[in-house]
């Protein structure tokens, strides 16, 4: 089972920042929190990850609570290309291997 | 750099066929993983291979199977194909860092291809 909770789907303007929440309540000291997104019929893509501190790059923003039960992944100028299933995710060691395990993700539909 | 390559990108296959399936890796990454996605089971792991060895395996029947190559290339196999195989096949690469202890690091980024949608008819 998926360590995270998100919502099921969000919407945004085109031009606005989304920001969409994660709940990571069990996660434990040394795992990463990851995102990434899935385009339909497409691999999903990598956006950005973090542990404890704030992280930002290209894409996208990552601010990780002091407590580290939740984040929210910040798409600071939403375009309709940013249109996807946006997965919040943190492996699980199974078997001598971090395993991803992704739940249902939240569905972001950027409208014009 | 080049990202991670899979071939073919969609292919039909017949009940009780093979299929194989190939996957390059970001060049520098050791650590091939491959996944399974349907829409009612969602994301699911495979297996894992580093170093031509199979470091983790999901929990799926014995009709699949994978090798991965000393250039870290990998394929993967799956024999007597039902219609429950039709799914998108993901492979995905990392760098596979291990600490002195041997342990994985929850560190390492992997990064998925494109998939192969495989339909089984």
Do not use: A, M, N, W
């Given at each position: 089972d998926a360590k995270t909770t998100q919502p099921t789907s969000m919407d945004c303007a085109e031009g606005r920042a989304a920001n969409l929440p994660c709940n990571?309540?069990?996660?434990?000291?040394n795992e990463y929190v990851y995102w990434y997104r899935q385009i339909h019929s497409q691999g999903p893509q990598y956006i950005i990850h973090g542990l404890k501190n704030n992280e930002t790059n290209e894409m996208a923003s990552l601010i990780i609570t002091e407590d580290r039960k939740s984040s929210t992944l910040i798409l600071p100028h939403a375009t309709l290309r940013d249109t996807a299933v946006y997965y919040c995710i943190v492996r699980v060691l199974s078997g001598g291997s971090y395993i991803p395990t992704f739940g249902r993700g939240t569905s972001l539909i950027v409208h014009p | 750099k080049a990202g991670v390559t899979q071939t073919p990108r969609y292919l039909i296959k017949t009940r009780g066929q093979q299929v194989t399936l190939s996957c390059s890796p970001i060049s520098g990454h050791r650590s091939v993983s491959w996944y399974q996605q349907t829409p009612g089971q969602g994301l699911q792991f495979l297996f894992e291979y580093f170093s031509e060895t199979q470091r983790n395996k999901g929990n799926?029947?014995?009709?699949f199977s994978g090798r991965q190559f000393s250039n870290s290339r990998s394929e993967m196999n799956v024999s007597?194909?039902?219609?429950?195989?039709?799914a998108l096949y993901l492979c995905a690469s990392s760098l596979g860092r291990r600490d002195r202890g041997f342990r994985p690091l929850s560190g390492n980024t992997i990064y998925f291809g494109e998939g192969s949608w495989l339909t089984v008819v």
């Open positions: 990571h309540s069990t996660i434990s000291g | 799926f029947p014995g009709r007597t194909l039902e219609l429950g195989d039709s």
